[in-house]
């Protein structure tokens, strides 16, 4: 099989996956709301950036260095798997230790056994991480998915029974821990790796070099993104903590899923071409468009449909999120654009260049921070939207510098689906608001006609990016080869 069949494969396999999982977590997030309360995932929101911290640590950019390599050894694997379960110890002792801190700063002394015990997923999933990469670097991602997807239906099964059993926020620690114990055993079980005890410290500091600005500009913009949560949760009430947490919990479902599917099958079959600027310029643009053409409608048909959503899965409780989740699907419309043009940097080895971009970004990121927090909650979320437009200008030059991908022609590969998406997005939010129906109805009827009438409005003007997508699925289904760089 050659490469450009097997990346075509594989995206649809590492897309089945991360929709198939993306399902089961948003119905299982749902049917969690249905028996816990705000202040439950408030508490959640409490602690994800420390979590998310920790992990990154553990990885610390070796996951990106081991899938680059050219080629990769037995001694190459060794040293990233006890290098990574080093990280994982010493990200959990660390916050095994600041528990208490983090507690009083919060003053939410039930965060320290909550912290301590959710922490106990990172080194968890220290184990896995080679596992992971070399399944990814063969794009097997078939395999991927027969271990992730039992993973994320059994702890959530669990995770629900707990709830309903009046176990309240544990029921959320205990479907972390146990998704990350079953997909490390079940990934053990797929991928045939084993390590032994011999390792290279010239590999390792090779890793290193290429992986610790990697975890630099990745650690940044982790913290970066969940300061919201921590801002929130310190500022506000648990319960608009919750509320925030549990929306973007919805809406990054559907946003991270799409888009990861794409990213993490693309990059270490794009890793191969990164000498040849024309066919990565080629097969990027390629990608814009069929990654925008599936997300823009995906978040504003999310964000148009919302109330009608909340009214027949959830109790009138969260009602008050559905405006959260409206104008974070808004700020999250331009987010795979943010991540192709940084993959790009990542692709040609600039990892120096990639450090340097997410420090402009912090920057600006902290002013309109500071500026829309006076503006109240539904500032702070206003604030994101205008963050995530002027992100766009650093990241967008800095493609055009290293592949000559200009802006203008970005935008000509994106801006049509995305106008598009955004008229068919209104006319189902107005709709939905003139009929007195039943919101399952609504939901039913306005999806399944909004979906209709963007991929028919898109064939009847024929927008490249609809062309592509379809090229890609009728090649895949006609056993023919297709290549993202044709």
Not at 45 to 72: C, K, N, W, Y
Not at 299 to 310: I, K, T
Not at 429 to 457: D, I, R
């Given at each position: ?154 702890s959530g099964v669990v995770a629900v029974v707990l709830a309903y059993m009046g176990a309240g926020v544990w029921a959320l620690i205990i479907q972390i821990l146990l998704a990350a114990l079953i997909t490390t055993i079940l990934l053990w ?298």
């Open positions: 099989m050659t490469l450009a069949h097997k990346t075509t494969v594989g995206i649809l396999w590492k897309f089945s996956e991360l929709l198939s999982r993306s399902g089961i977590q948003m119905i299982v997030t749902l049917l969690l709301a249905r028996f816990l309360l705000p202040e439950d995932f408030g508490l959640l929101a409490m602690m994800t950036v420390f979590l998310a911290v920790a992990a990154m640590l553990m990885e610390s950019g070796f996951r990106q260095a081991l899938i680059r390599m050219r080629t990769v050894t037995q001694k190459d694997c060794n040293t990233a798997f006890y290098a990574n379960l080093a990280l994982g110890s010493i990200a959990y002792v660390l916050l095994f230790i600041s528990a208490p801190f983090i507690a009083h700063f919060y003053n939410e002394p039930r965060l320290v056994l909550l912290i301590r015990t959710a922490g106990a997923g990172v080194l968890i999933n220290a184990f896995q991480l080679v596992q992971s990469v070399l399944l990814s670097r063969e794009l097997d991602f078939k395999a991927q998915l027969k271990a992730s997807l039992p993973a994320v239906t059994i079980i797929l991928q045939g790796w084993r390590p032994t005890l011999a390792i290279d410290f010239s590999s390792l500091w090779r890793m290193y070099n290429f992986g610790y600005k990697l975890f630099l500009a990745d650690l940044s913009n982790t913290i970066f993104l969940n300061l919201y949560f921590v801002v929130i949760a310190k500022i506000f009430t648990a319960a608009i903590a919750g509320y925030y947490f549990f929306a973007a919990r919805i809406r990054d479902m559907v946003l991270n899923q799409l888009v990861a599917s794409i990213q993490v099958v693309t990059y270490p079959a794009l890793s191969i071409m990164q000498d040849d600027d024309i066919r990565l310029k080629s097969a990027y643009r390629k990608i814009v468009c069929v990654t925008t053409f599936l997300l823009f409608p995906a978040m504003l048909m999310l964000a148009a449909l919302a109330e009608p959503l909340f009214d027949c899965l959830l109790p009138p409780e969260w009602h008050p999120a559905v405006l959260y989740l409206q104008l974070l699907c808004l700020a999250g419309v331009l987010y795979p654009l943010h991540v192709i043009n940084l993959n790009i940097i990542t692709v040609k080895g600039r990892s120096g260049l990639f450090l340097y971009l997410e420090i402009i970004r912090k920057v600006m990121f902290v002013v309109i921070l500071v500026v829309s927090i006076r503006f109240g909650i539904f500032g702070v979320l206003v604030g994101q939207i205008i963050n995530s437009v002027l992100a766009y200008i650093p990241n967008s030059y800095f493609t055009n510098r290293l592949i000559d991908y200009t802006v203008c022609e970005q935008l000509a590969d994106f801006m049509p689906g995305l106008i598009l998406a955004f008229l068919v997005a209104m006319a189902c939010y107005s709709a939905s608001h003139l009929v007195e129906w039943s919101p399952f109805l609504k939901l039913l009827v306005f999806a399944l006609s909004s979906c209709l009438l963007y991929v028919g409005l898109a064939h009847l003007f024929g927008l490249q990016a609809y062309t592509i997508a379809r090229e890609v699925l009728l090649s895949r289904n006609s056993g023919k080869e297709h290549s993202c760089e044709n």
